[in-house]
T-cell receptor, first 110, second 114 residues
Framework: QKEVEQNSGPLSVPEGAIASLNCTYS??????FFWYRQYSGKSPELIMF??SNGDKEDGRFTAQLNKASQYVSLLIRDSQPSDSATYLC??????????WGAGTKLIIKP | NAGVTQTPKFQVLKTGQSMTLQCAQD?????MYWYRQDPGMGLRLIYY???????DKGEVPNGYNVSRLNKREFSLRLESAAPSQTSVYFC?????????????FGNGTRLTVT
């Protein structure tokens, strides 16, 4: 059973600090990695995707991929209260099936 | 652009009733999906359609049927609703396959089966 694991949280971070969200996956042949944000009662929306080892930056968001250690992270710099949401990690496995984590609830405290 | 449009937004059914959830996308995407989301369980794939004319089962297909009516539309049918089907249902689409293309989600349908 291929798995994607996330700490369910809640992860509480002070406003202005860096929020670090982590995701591990079991299929070593996984090819693509996605982070989605989901506000309470809303649908998931894509934040970032990454395919290659290393870092990918987009504004305040940085995705970090380490295939050797089988983890992907999402860093949110200068965290704002509007970043409070559940963050879903999704991994495209070696069969190009999308495996979802259960999500980490992030709370940014003013 | 509307993106992915789902109807209805809310629905209450009695056990044994049937209904169809409608989904349409205007992004000319090839692939479409139906997911359900239950508290603490994340997103689970019910059915997907990799291209017009094809449909495949996902992780939790029992009790559901789908129709890819054309490239834009992908419907989900519950033939005989059960309380276990109480959930939030999301339709999504992607340009390519689910494993390598980002998904775009509709606003969801909150279904309660009593």
């Amino acid at each position: 059973q291929k798995e994607v694991e996330q700490n369910s949280g809640p992860l509480s971070v002070p406003e202005g600090a860096i929020a670090s969200l982590n995701c591990t996956y079991s299929d070593r042949g996984s090819q693509s990695f996605f982070w989605y944000r989901q506000y309470s009662g809303k649908s998931p929306e894509l934040i970032m995707f990454i395919y290659s080892n290393g870092d990918k930056e987009d504004g305040r968001f940085t995705a970090q991929l380490n295939k050797a250690s089988q983890y992907v992270s999402l860093l949110i710099r200068d965290s704002q209260p509007s970043d409070s949401a559940t963050y879903l990690c999704a991994v495209g496995d070696s069969n190009y099936q999308l495996i979802w984590g259960a999500g980490t609830k992030l709370i940014i405290k003013p | 652009n509307a993106g992915v449009t789902q109807t209805p937004k809310f629905q209450v059914l009695k056990t044994g009733q049937s209904m169809t959830l409608q989904c349409a996308q205007d992004m000319n995407h090839n692939s479409m999906y139906w997911y359900r989301q239950d508290p603490g369980m994340g997103l689970r794939l019910i059915y997907y359609s990799a291209s017009e004319g094809t449909t495949d089962k996902g992780e939790v297909p029992n009790g559901y049927n789908v129709s890819r009516l054309n490239k834009r539309e992908f419907s989900l049918r519950l033939e005989s609703a059960a309380p276990s089907q109480t959930s939030v249902y999301f339709c999504a689409s992607s340009e390519g396959g689910q494993g390598y293309s980002p998904l775009h989600f509709g606003n969801g349908t909150r279904l309660t089966v009593t």
